[in-house]
């Protein structure tokens, strides 16, 4: 399992990477009051356009009034392509009044620790 951090003067993120055979099962959660907010599984397949290269396809299930599912999205999205597996991403981030610019700083850390992954898991 692998398991990074991204701390911040206001919020720490965590993201655990489980191997699951080929796949992955991924959380990734944090801020104040850490839950599941959306979950999102990727299944990967030839492009469309182009067969050599591979896409995937997301589902995606998210809380009534939650709004992690584009990163769960995103993240699920970018592993699956990337290791032409299966993903699943629960997702849930809640930080208390945030302002636009903590939200932006999630998104910003988001993207860094989906960077750290893929350079780990290559």
Do not use: W
Request: aromatic share 4%.
């Amino acid at each position: 399992m692998i398991r990074i951090e991204k701390t911040t003067a206001r919020f720490t993120l965590i993201m655990t990477i489980e191997r699951m055979g080929k796949d992955f099962n991924v959380s990734f959660y944090g801020g104040d009051e850490p839950h599941i907010g959306a979950v999102a599984l990727a299944v990967p397949h030839a492009g469309l356009s182009d067969h050599a290269k591979v896409d995937s396809s997301v589902s995606l299930l998210t809380v009534c009034g939650h709004k992690e599912d584009e990163l769960a999205r995103k993240i699920s999205y970018a592993l699956a392509t990337t290791f032409n597996c299966t993903v699943s991403v629960a997702c849930g981030i809640h930080l208390d009044s945030a302002t636009p610019q903590e939200i932006k700083d999630v998104l910003e850390a988001a993207d860094e620790l989906l960077a750290q992954v893929v350079r780990e898991l290559s």
